[in-house]
């Protein structure tokens, strides 16, 4: 067989379009999931943290929450003053840490937390709706093998 040898930059400019169609993708989807939700008054970082709260069924420590969003806490701190002012969660004291303060979940905020949570469920039903169930599988197997 006459196979001719790679180049390396061939292979490398591929690469780099593949990686860059990729993480353009990402940036497309994640539009995509933001308009799903901005109607509401919310965004993916304000459902995440409600999202949070709503799992935890009680009020949680802003440090705590930094952990569960993996961001640092002045970034919280300025997430959860915009989520006060909405009425969606509101701040109380620790009951053990008298330095601690702890975000609840507002009744509101729980209405807006399932709202957001159905629109973003439809877009991403919309968005895997593109693909064949044969693409689908693929792009799962290519995704977790990318992940490991």
Known sequence: MNKRPRKAGRRLASASTLVSSFLETADAV?????????????????????????????????????????????NITQLVDRLEKEGLVRRR???????????????????????GTRALAEEQQAIVKALSAGEAANLTGVLEQLGS
């Open 30 to 74: 994640e539009a995509r999931l933001e308009a799903a939700v901005s109607p509401l008054g919310l965004s993916l970082a304000k459902l995440a943290l409600l999202h949070a709260l709503a799992e935890a069924k009680e009020p949680l420590p802003l440090s705590e929450l930094a952990q569960l969003q993996n961001c640092v806490r002045s």
């Open 93 to 115: 004291p620790d009951p053990n840490d008298r330095r601690s303060v702890r975000a609840a979940l507002t009744p509101a905020g729980q209405q807006a937390y399932q709202r």
